[in-house]
């Protein structure tokens, strides 16, 4: 699920937010110095979708838990770089879910929900059971922290992508010299109620800590090149697919239909 915490006075970058589950990079006034211009729209052979088209993430278990427009930055088969600026609008739970609630998920409401904290630019290997989030102050490249959200490996759907949180996340400062867990609490919780097993559970924290590990050593500079991304000016709001809250896509005419 996607939300935010505001901080109170006295607290450091690491209580200030949360997050409960193709060769694009930046764009310039032309197509000589920057390809992407002058290849916009053209779909890479290894692309999963069109860059600049819009995409839908989803966290998806037995429903639909949360569902946010974003634009495709890069699409390759190695990574995939979605961007989700502020003020986007998109679908999340009412309030935050205690973790049995995970074992009846059609009892879990879902709103309208209006992003407005900061600009995402999402990093995910597929395959991974992780994604990277660097979320920027709203309008600004101060950068607000490095968010390693555990979860399910990315699927490609019709509409977009979708993933499935893992509830234990890890929160890195921007500038990368420290970390710590994010929802640990929640996570034990979580198992306690047999929502995870010990070994699924080992298996996420040890995905957290590999993750920490390519972030802030081995894949360090190319993590860092894209802190310094810049999106497109002629990029406008992306808009929430209308199939957003479709488990399975089956049947489904999608042609033509704006998604």
């Known amino acids: 699920m996607l939300g935010y915490y505001s901080p109170q006075e006295g607290e450091d970058w690491g209580t200030r937010l949360f997050l409960i589950s193709g060769g694009v990079h930046g764009c310039s006034q032309s197509p000589q110095a920057n390809p992407w211009l002058a290849g916009r729209n053209k779909l890479n052979p290894k692309s999963f979708r069109l860059v600049d088209e819009n995409a839908t993430l989803r966290g998806v278990g037995k429903k639909v838990l949360w569902a946010f427009p974003t634009i495709v930055v890069q699409g390759t088969s190695d990574l995939i770089v979605l961007y989700m600026p502020a003020g986007v609008l998109g679908k999340n739970v009412k309030q935050k879910p205690m973790s049995n609630e995970y074992l009846v998920e059609d009892k879990i409401n879902i709103v309208d929900w209006q992003w407005n904290r900061t600009d995402v630019l999402f990093l ?136």
């Not at 979860?151 to 400062?173: A, H, W, Y």
Request: hydrophobic content about 35%; glycine content about 6%.
């Open 124 to 259: 995910i290997a597929p395959g991974g059971s992780f994604s990277t989030y660097i979320m920027w102050d709203t309008g600004t490249k101060h950068l607000d922290c490095w968010y390693i959200n555990l979860q399910e490996p990315i699927r490609r759907t019709k509409i977009g992508f979708d993933t499935m949180d893992n509830t234990l996340d890890v929160v890195i400062s921007p500038d990368m010299t420290t970390w710590e867990w994010k929802d640990s609490d929640e996570f034990t919780e979580a198992q306690t109620v047999g929502y995870y097993s010990a070994e699924k559970a080992r298996e996420i924290w040890a995905e957290g800590e590999r993750a920490v590990k390519l972030i802030t050593s081995d894949r360090r500079s190319m993590y860092g090149k894209w802190a310094t991304w810049q999106a497109c000016p002629e990029w406008s709001l992306p808009k929430l697919s209308p199939f957003w809250d479709k488990v399975n896509f089956d049947g489904l005419d999608l042609q033509n239909k704006i998604y």
